[in-house]
């Protein structure tokens, strides 16, 4: 896992086990997860394990990173849990503490939002290249480069760079910050 202890883990983890501490284990958030076949581990047996303190098995799945939000499981779960939100404190989680295994996802996290910072929408060809070049490995784009040639000819994403015109959101994201402390 690298630099970071097991206390480490454990305290990061805290606020979602005691979000999720009424879990009965029945396994309707796996049922109703649309991505469960892409995880390592169910969800189910992520909250088990949540909740036994084996964070350093928790943070070894990627199972989290899957989540879509897309809010099934807290809509079904018996006992009312906010397992989606969970999921997202999860990823917050594994971004504060720079874990290696989820730094792709971070940095692709951070381009984006950049992005929409700056101009109130996604500006993909911005974003990939802010993304490509954090991540410091100059044969990644690459494997990429099939799949942009694609969706250029399609109209699919434009070639738009660029100042950051009258969509900056940077205002609303610094206040966002403040009220969050």
């Known amino acids: 896992m690298g630099k970071v202890s097991n206390e480490q883990l454990l305290e990061q983890i805290g606020p979602v086990k005691e979000m999720i501490q009424t879990c009965i284990q029945c396994g309707t958030c796996t ?25 350093e098995a928790l943070f070894s799945s990627k199972s ?16 009312g849990l906010e397992l989606t939100q969970a999921m997202s404190l999860l990823k917050q989680a594994a971004s504060r503490l720079k874990l290696k295994q989820f730094q792709r996802s971070s940095l692709f996290y951070d381009a984006f939002l950049d992005s929409v910072k700056k101009h109130g929408r996604l500006r993909e060809m911005e ?3 802010h993304y490509f070049i954090s991540m410091k490995n100059p ?3 690459f494997g990429y480069a099939s ?5 250029l000819a399609k109209g699919k994403v434009r070639p738009e760079f660029g100042s950051s015109g009258k969509g900056n959101l940077t205002a609303l994201f610094k206040k966002v910050a403040e009220l969050e402390g």
Request: glycine share 2%; charged share 15%.
């Open 147 to 151: 799949l942009g040639l694609k969706l």
């Open 64 to 79: 989290f990173i899957m989540c879509s939000s897309c809010y099934y499981c807290t809509l079904r779960c018996p006992r």
């Open 139 to 141: 044969v990644v784009p």
């Open 31 to 55: 049922a109703s997860c649309p991505n469960t076949e892409f995880m390592d581990i169910t969800p189910r047996h992520m909250w088990r394990l949540l909740l036994t303190d084996h964070a």
């Open 127 to 129: 974003f990939m290249t």
